[in-house]
């Protein structure tokens, strides 16, 4: 008898044996003790609202599924508030297993538009938020300095930082072929 | 009167460049305390833990360390009101101590440009450093006590969490913001999910807007229900959050249920020593302080 509904088959071509060995070795290297308990789950404040998983993204990058975890919309859903990686039986870094995923997903031309928005500014600012006219005029009201004295204030602080976030590839990073 | 202190400021992004009030606030209040505070000049974006981290870690720790050399050269500990700022920094200090490759990384990157880092120096959160004074000093210096004023504190999670890497006593249900709030004789309420996130966070609020303003919609509903007058954060993300998202789900729902106050720390506290609104940018608010203000001052 067949079922009415669809086996979900894992190909060998899609796992990734050295997935998960590159996550240990950035940091997170209690991830292979993982027991699939779903205290992450449980505790998830975006996962209350959406069907973002994070024990399913665990087992996930456990089993391998390396082309499936990086290209999901779900690693953008945590707000890394930490509560998984604190109550973790296992004291699995969690948050920074995430983040770490995050890194590979962007390394491999996946990520957000806002994100790059966001990064280019700090890359022309030194400031992911950067000061604007309203926000400069309130400063004067209120007594503060216009210009904060941030990069802001200073072109040899910003040349600096400019300098540091081409020095260690963030520029190029972020400006190469976009992948959506 | 306890000993004056030094701190390099951190400003970071959102507290100087979109809530200069939270900003002024810290300004007047905290060398009332004796907490004297000298511009980190040539300070970037700290940068977001949750965000440029998630983009490409080695830039994240270069530029924090950047940020923590500038606080080294001037030889005092930084100190910042963002709680991300504050978990970049507390995290990048550990990643280095840990892990002393990463500094050498960190200083090969940084070589010919005339930075000298070496990691010596500490990063405070400025609540952190109020409470050190302890509740009963800040007790001494109120003024203008909040009596019947019902606040709902709103810790935030990078204050808190790691807790292996956090200087609090406790890993849960804290208690140090609601003492120091209590220290102005308000009152600190209890209410649903006290320490849940903001929902800005991680990047959410950058790229999922729903998402992220559900999950501070439920916070403000938990607030509401227990009938708070004023949310008390220390962290100017969190702020950002309350104060932007109440307009957003005002507009959603086409009724204005959403008009809890939204106060920093040191704008509280200001209130209770007797500083006037004007002084702690009370009157720069996104949600109206107006009747909060007229019911306080009387």
């Given at each position: 008898m067949t079922s009415p509904v669809a086996p979900e088959i894992i190909d060998?071509?899609?796992?990734?044996?050295?997935f998960v060995d590159t996550i240990v070795r950035a940091?997170?290297?209690?991830?292979?003790?993982?027991?699939?308990?779903?205290t992450c789950s449980s505790v998830c404040p975006s996962g209350r609202r959406t069907a973002f998983r994070t024990r399913e993204l665990i087992r996930k990058a456990l089993l391998g599924l390396k082309e499936e975890v990086l290209t999901?919309?779900?690693?953008?859903?945590?707000?890394?508030?930490?509560t998984c990686l604190e109550r973790c039986p296992r004291q699995i870094k969690v948050t920074d297993a995430i983040i770490i995923m995050r890194n590979m997903a962007v390394e491999e031309g996946y990520m957000l538009p806002q994100h790059r928005k966001a990064s280019r500014k700090l890359i022309k600012t030194g400031h992911a938020v950067p000061i604007d006219d309203a926000n400069r005029e309130m400063r004067r009201e209120l007594g503060?300095?216009?210009?904060?004295?941030?990069t802001h204030a200073s072109d040899k602080a910003l040349q600096q930082v400019q300098e540091i976030m081409r020095r260690t590839g963030f520029i190029d990073l972020i400006e190469k072929a976009e992948r959506e | 009167m306890t000993e004056a202190q030094t701190y390099s400021f951190f400003l970071g992004c959102?507290?100087?460049?979109?809530?200069p009030n939270v900003e002024k606030s810290i300004r007047e209040v905290l060398p009332r305390l004796g907490i004297e505070l000298e511009d980190l000049e040539?300070?970037?974006?700290?940068?977001a833990p949750g965000v440029i981290r998630s983009f490409s870690e080695p830039t994240w720790l270069a530029l924090a360390s950047r940020n923590l050399a500038l606080a080294e050269k001037a030889g005092h500990d930084l100190i910042t009101g963002c709680n991300g700022c504050y978990g970049t920094f507390k995290e990048a200090l550990a990643t280095l101590h840990e892990n002393p490759e990463r500094l050498t990384e960190v200083q090969k990157v940084f070589k010919g440009l005339g930075i000298k880092f070496t990691g010596n120096v500490d990063a405070k959160h400025l609540i952190e450093v109020i409470y050190a004074l302890g509740p009963e000093e800040i007790k001494k210096r109120v003024t203008r006590p909040l009596t019947g004023l019902r606040v709902a504190v709103h810790y935030g999670c990078h204050l808190l969490k790691p807790s292996k890497n956090r200087?609090?006593?406790?890993?849960?249900?804290?208690?140090f913001l609601d003492e120091l709030v209590e220290a102005t004789g308000a009152e600190s309420i209890r209410y649903r999910?006290?320490?849940?996130?903001?929902?800005?966070g991680g990047g959410v609020r950058g790229s999922n807007v729903p998402v992220s303003i559900d999950i501070a919609r439920e916070k403000l509903d938990n607030m509401l229900e227990a009938g708070a007058d004023v949310l008390v954060d220390v962290c100017s993300f969190c702020h950002l959050q309350f104060e932007v998202s109440q307009p957003q789900l005002n507009k959603e729902l086409g009724e204005n249920r959403y008009q809890l106050p939204v106060m920093y720390y040191t704008q509280l506290l200001g209130l209770a020593m007797g500083l006037e609104p004007d002084q702690l940018g009370l009157n720069k608010h996104v949600v109206s302080t107006k009747a909060l203000l007229d019911r306080i001052l009387g």
């Open positions: 060998d071509e899609d796992i990734n044996p050295e940091g997170a290297d209690r991830i292979r003790t993982c027991i699939q308990c779903g999901s919309p779900d690693l953008w859903l945590c707000a890394t508030c930490l503060l300095q216009e210009i904060p004295p941030t | 959102v507290m100087p460049n979109r809530f040539g300070a970037s974006c700290c940068p200087p609090w006593k406790k890993t849960e249900r804290h208690t999910d006290k320490y849940m996130c903001c929902g800005a």
